[in-house]
């Protein structure tokens, strides 16, 4: 659109955090669901584009949910970086709904 916008690093940083607060909320929420299952001892395993993208996103993730985090990637040749998941997963998702739908299937 052409426009430009101006944003102080430390408003930028706020946003950011805000973010991943809330992510960790959703993180907290979901453990908190299966509160029967010991999961205390467990890492974490965190993926897509902001992990590696974002310098400090994991560790302060990590620092907010006081556990281990591991960074994970898919183990596809060229594409074993962690901001490649999220499109793997949707054309993972976008070949499973494909063969549902499929001629040989009906």
Excluded: M, W
């Excluded at 992510?23 to 010991?38: A, K, L, M, V, Y």
């Amino acid at each position: 659109d052409g426009k430009r916008y101006k944003y102080s690093a430390i408003s930028l940083r706020e946003k950011i955090r805000e973010g991943l607060d809330g992510i960790c909320e959703t993180i907290e929420e979901c453990r908190q669901s299966f509160s029967g299952r010991n999961l205390d001892c467990k890492t974490i395993k965190i993926t897509g584009e902001c992990v590696k993208t974002v310098r400090g996103t994991v560790e302060h993730i990590s620092n907010r949910l006081v556990k281990n985090l591991e960074v994970i990637a898919p183990s596809v040749p060229y594409y074993d970086k962690p901001q490649f998941s999220s499109l793997l997963s949707l054309l993972n998702t976008a070949l499973e709904d494909a063969e549902a739908v499929s001629f040989f299937n009906k």
